[in-house]
Structures are given as structure tokens and as C-alpha cells.
């Protein structure tokens, strides 16, 4: 049965739905985020190659590790155990091989387990990371903000400089200026480790601790113990966290005077809306797009940051491990931290660009 309109009368819309336009529009989000997904393995794939024949290029990791310390019979004996005499083509393969069964090796310098070493201390670093992303966000959010509302005047000539500073500064320098400011001068916060060591082993002595301090913490109630620990997490989160914030305090600014200009937003304006209404609720959301898009690279800028940030701290997760190891020339260690960076990079990286796809309307699947 064929149903007409009257004539002279234009079919409504409504009555004629377009299910297959919704089904096409579910389905390229679907392949957008398979195709997203598989990108993964070429870029793990490809970083755990460089990474592996990087480590060869001054030589079997035994003899960089351990020459000088073994007589040329103990090293050729250690050498040819660990299969490292034989081709590198063959290494590799092999290495390949053990890195999909979860076996990324023995540490050289401790005979440890790689995959150990990651489990304990990678809590560690992902805290850091945490403290410092929020650190970030406080302080490029509002103020990204506040400088877009005062465009061109002296307010947003302070925060711009600032914002340059802070981004432009190395990690360790900011890391030391703290550490004397707060800890030598002030004496107002501790500046070093992660918390005092009753604290640590009342949080590693919990049922099923997470490594997080500060969790581990509020799941326990012992809010003794979560101030201990937030006071030494304060200083490391700042001077990592600033490296990120001044970026976002300028893509905030950037993309809020953007909004602000809209027509939309001078309709507001002649209605009387409130500046300040207008930039917290109209300016805001549009604001926080560019910093969703970025922050992949700002992860990776993080995890970077972490190794001086940690070293400078002696905050002992897996930055501070990476650089003991790259000073004792562990490279089956520096090898299997380098992986896991790279993989948390690239599943990172995923997870930002599905979050842009589903709240960017100008992003198409």
C-alpha cells in the first residue's frame, strides 16, 4: 500500500524515517574503532622492533652489562646460555616469540623477572602520572579560561608568559627549584620518596594492595596515612604536571576566544547574559575538545617527563628503575620498561581518539 499526500502538500519529514542512515552512521563508528584498534599492533610492532635493535648496537647486552667484571671465558660461557652468540635475526624471532607468551626476560644487573619488575613498580609511575594529569587539568582548564576573558590585557599577558615558562622549563630544573623552595627554605613539605617508610609499610602490608598509595589509603580509612602520602606526592605531581598545564592554558585560551566570538554567544550578550556565565557555560565544553585530542601526546610527554621527574624525587617507580638500569647497562631491562611505555602510549592514544570521535562533532567515521 503506497500512502500519498495531499495535494499541494509537502511530505513531512517525520513520516518518512531513514533507519539505514542511523545503521550506516553505527557502523562507521564500529569500523572507526576497529581500524583504531588494529593500528595498535603495526605501531607496538614497530616500536618494539627499533627498541630491540637499538639495544644491539653496541653489542650483546651480557658484554655491556657485565664485561670488565667476568673473565673472557665466564662471558663467552654467559653469552652462548643466554643464546646471544647467535644470529640477530634468530634473536629477535625469539624475542618476538617470548614477548607474546609474557616473557620479557631476566633483568642482568638482579636477576630479576622483567615482568616483576613492571608489576612493582608501574603502580608507582601510573600515580605520578594520575597526580600529574590532575594538576594539569587544574590549572589549564581555569585558567585558560580566565586568560581567554581577558584577551590582550595584562591578566592574559601574565598567564601566557607563565604558561610558556612552564611548558619551556625542564622537568628536573622544576623538580630542583621546588625542592629547595618547599623543602630546603620553607621546610613546609618532604622532597623525597613516596611517602614516610611506617606509611609505606602500612600500605604494602594491605590484603590485595593496588600500589597506588593514596588508594590503598582511602580503601584502608586511614586518612593519617593518605595525608602523608598527598604531601609527598604534591611536589613531583607540580613540577610534572605544570610541563602539561601550560599547554592546556593555551589550548583552552585559544579554543574559548574561538567560542566566544560565535554568534550564538553575542546573541547571549545582547540578552545580558553574564561574562561569566558566558565563559563557564558556553565557552567551557568547546574548550576542554583540543585537550581531549592532545592528550595522547601529552602521555607520552608525561611518561617522558616521569623518568627525570622520578629520578629528581627519588619517586621509585618505573622511571626511577629505568635510569638505574640504563646507568648499570641492563639492557634486557631497559628493553621490557621501554615496551610497556610504548604499549600504554599506543593504548592511550586509542582510547583519545575514541573519546574525540564520540564528543568532537567535527571528527567522521
Do not use: C
Not at 618532604?190 to 580503601?219: F, K, M, S, V
Amino acid at each position: 500500500m503506497t500512502i500519498t499526500s495531499p495535494p499541494g502538500q509537502v511530505p513531512s519529514p517525520l513520516a518518512a524515517p531513514k533507519p539505514a542512515k542511523q545503521k550506516q552512521k553505527g557502523g562507521g563508528f564500529l569500523r572507526y574503532l576497529i581500524t583504531r584498534f588494529l593500528l595498535i599492533i603495526p605501531t607496538v610492532f614497530i616500536l618494539i622492533t627499533v627498541v630491540f635493535f637499538l639495544m644491539r648496537i653496541t653489542g650483546d647486552p651480557i658484554t655491556a652489562a657485565l664485561g670488565g667484571r667476568l673473565t673472557p671465558d665466564q662471558l663467552a660461557a654467559r653469552i652462548h646460555e643466554a643464546g646471544y652468540d647467535r644470529p640477530l635475526i634468530l634473536q629477535y624471532f625469539e624475542y618476538l616469540g617470548k614477548i607474546f607468551t609474557g616473557d620479557l626476560g631476566r633483568t642482568l644487573s638482579d636477576n630479576r623477572a622483567v615482568s616483576e619488575i613492571l608489576t612493582t613498580y608501574g603502580a608507582a609511575t601510573l600515580e605520578l602520572a594520575i597526580n600529574s594529569v590532575l594538576v594539569a587539568l587544574i590549572v589549564g582548564i581555569p585558567l585558560g579560561l580566565v586568560a581567554a576573558k581577558f584577551r590582550d590585557r595584562y591578566p592574559d599577558a601574565v598567564l601566557r608568559v607563565l604558561a610558556i615558562l612552564s611548558y619551556a622549563t625542564p622537568v628536573f630544573f622544576a623538580g630542583l627549584l621546588l625542592k629547595l623552595i618547599f623543602g630546603v627554605w620553607l621546610h613546609a613539605l618532604p622532597i623525597a620518596g613516596r611517602a614516610d617508610w611506617q606509611t609505606e609499610l602500612q600500605l604494602t602490608n594491605l590484603q590485595a594492595p593496588t600500589g597506588i598509595y593514596w588508594l590503598d589509603a582511602l580503601r584502608s580509612g586511614n586518612m593519617a596515612a593518605f595525608g602523608n602520602v598527598m604531601e609527598h606526592a604534591l611536589l613531583p605531581a607540580i613540577a610534572l604536571g605544570l610541563l602539561t598545564g601550560g599547554v592546556f592554558l593555551r589550548l583552552v585560551r585559544t579554543n574559548a576566544i574561538g567560542t566566544l566570538g560565535r554568534e550564538y554567544v553575542e546573541a547571549g550578550r545582547s540578552r545580558g547574559v553574564s561574562e561569566f556565565r558566558l565563559t563557564t557555560k558556553h565557552a567551557y565544553r568547546p574548550a576542554l575538545i583540543p585537550i581531549i585530542t592532545v592528550m595522547g601526546m601529552q602521555i607520552a610527554m608525561l611518561l617522558g617527563g616521569a623518568v627525570l621527574t622520578e629520578t629528581t624525587f627519588e619517586w621509585k617507580g618505573l622511571g626511577f628503575k629505568l635510569a638505574e638500569y640504563l646507568t648499570a647497562r641492563d639492557f634486557v631491562a631497559v628493553q621490557g620498561i621501554v615496551v610497556l611505555l610504548a604499549i600504554i602510549v599506543a593504548v592511550t592514544n586509542f582510547i583519545v581518539d575514541i573519546l574525540a570521535a564520540l564528543i568532537d562533532p567535527r571528527v567522521r567515521y
